[in-house]
């Protein structure tokens, strides 16, 4: 049988936190997750949309807990106000989905001088889920979900000397750096959380080909033959953001989903999610662990999953 929203299982009285939940797939992502409960933490950085986001949940799901706060996750210094901020309200989360991304945009850099879409896709990413680590760790089965895409697979290989591409940038190369980073994060992760023999666990998912903004997005912002066909083409075969987002709702709440998995549409780009075995050439130990050492000293985090699960970690 296909696995559906109405799978979901109860999550009252659980803490969600999803990044980009002001539209498309963070939105339906935060639909579901308050329709079975959770209290779900929308890190947003448009606050007016995500003011519309809410009044949409809230008019579908009248006893909807939800919490705005804003996060841009192209300011280190933005990232790390919004984790403060959610761990003095709540020292235990249970969900993390990191959501939200941009995707095939002109060459620019985050607000800390990083090429924009590794900038926003991974590093803002990685420095949050180190900075909420400490209420996850509290939470016994905590899950920590990475959304990755298609686009990985045709991404060229992270260059630490060349962080930003400068020479070799080009929208959709960078894009589908980020979206390789965001796999290998996810993984290296999992493993790390493994070897201290928590039950904290990180997975990884990709929604497929979906009809979100995030294509029209792309298409305004760059103009390219490119992002203007799949800003077409999306709109005629692409999936609802509903059944986009059921993959990342899988990982991070079927009972049966474990640790260092992958959650896909059942065809690549479309259908019922499924999980998905882990492999290709990308997926190199050596290449996850330079991506964490480069990680670490962009964002100036030490992320040091053994210590956090330490007994004496505050």
Known sequence: MSWMAADIPDQTGRIAVVTGANGGLGLETARELARKGALVVMGVRNQEKAERAVADIEAEIPDAKLELRELDLASLASVKAFAEGVINEHPRIDLLINNAGVMAIPQTSTADGFEMQFGTNHLGHFALTAQLMPALM??????????????????????????????????????GRSKIANMNFALELNRRLEQTGSSVVSLAAHPGYSNTDLQAHSAREHGGASQRFFAKTVQWVGMTPAKGALPQLRAATDPAAHGGELYTPRWVNSGSPVRRPVTGRRNRPEDMQTLWSVSEDATGIEFDVEALASPDAS
Not at 143 to 161: G, K, M, N, Q
């Open 138 to 175: 509290h939470t016994p089965g905590a899950r920590i979900v990475t959304v990755t895409s298609t686009a990985r697979h045709a991404a060229t290989s992270l260059d630490p000397d060349d962080l930003n591409m400068e020479d070799n940038y080009t929208p959709w190369g960078a894009y």
